[in-house]
């Protein structure tokens, strides 16, 4: 059973911090591509950051600069590094894994809660 595992979520200050984790277990086939996207309520789904197996990154427009994506391919485990954080942030963040299959199955965690407030 493939499980996708988010952690890292909790409640900053503006100008704050965080640092997500993702781990993806029980995979029989290799990751494609790890990254995560955000859900504020009542808004569009957006991608944060992704990264795919061989190193390729991609930011959503609103980072610019302040989140930071890595990877550990060996622990099936991603990274995002958010800095400078404003109340916009706020959402849930989700991680998706894409596996390399023929029809490239996408997996999602549960999300985690990122909220910025005074």
């Known amino acids: 059973q493939v499980q996708v595992v988010e952690s890292g979520g909790g409640s900053v200050h503006p100008g704050g911090s965080l640092s997500l984790a993702c781990t993806a277990s029980g995979l029989t086939n290799r990751i494609a591509v790890m990254g995560w996207y955000r859900r504020a309520p009542g808004a569009q789904r957006e991608l944060v950051a992704d990264?795919?197996?061989?190193?390729?990154?991609n930011y959503g427009t609103f980072v610019k600069g302040r989140f930071t994506i890595s990877r550990d391919n060996a622990k099936n485990t991603v990274t995002l590094q958010m800095n400078s954080l404003r109340p916009e942030d706020t959402a849930v963040y989700l991680c998706?894994?894409?596996?390399?299959?023929?029809?490239?199955?996408?997996?999602w965690g549960q999300g985690t809660q990122v909220t910025v407030s005074s």
């Open positions: 990264i795919a197996d061989d190193g390729n990154i």
């Open positions: 998706y894994v894409l596996l390399d299959t023929h029809d490239l199955k996408l997996y």
